[in-house]
């Protein structure tokens, strides 16, 4: 829906802060390593806090509009010479075979597949994540 159609609902998470927490919220349950229950990788507090800072700074269509803008790219293969770090959380919406990420990042340093995580690794797993920056990055420290 991002995707394809940020303003369609922007309109109702903008109008809506029953509305924000319930678009919200299904994200934090499908997107998280967590088995569909939310409440196990991240606490209510977190998520409330976090649903309160889009609704006050009225940011859920901007936010969106990323996937919009870079939906021709979401998963596609691209051919990158950068020195590329790749880490694959389990709860991930998308997670490539080393042998794709090899085709798409012609300079990969790092790659490795960690035990729990998902979508917001950085916020569900901060030392697991961090852990993983920097192994990635060592090799071109």
Known sequence: MMGTRPQAVGYGLSDSPAGLAAWMYDKFTQWTYSGGVAERSLTRDDMLD??????????????????????????????????????IFPGEIYRAPRSWTERSYRNLIYFNQVDRGGHFAAWEEPMLFSAEVRAGFRKIR
Not at 67 to 79: K, L, T
Request: a negative charge.
């Open 50 to 87: 976090d649903i309160s800072l889009y609704w006050l700074t009225n940011s859920a269509i901007s936010s969106s509009q990323l996937y919009w803008e870079n939906n021709a790219n979401n998963f596609n293969a691209v051919n990158h010479s950068l020195p590329t770090a790749v880490t």
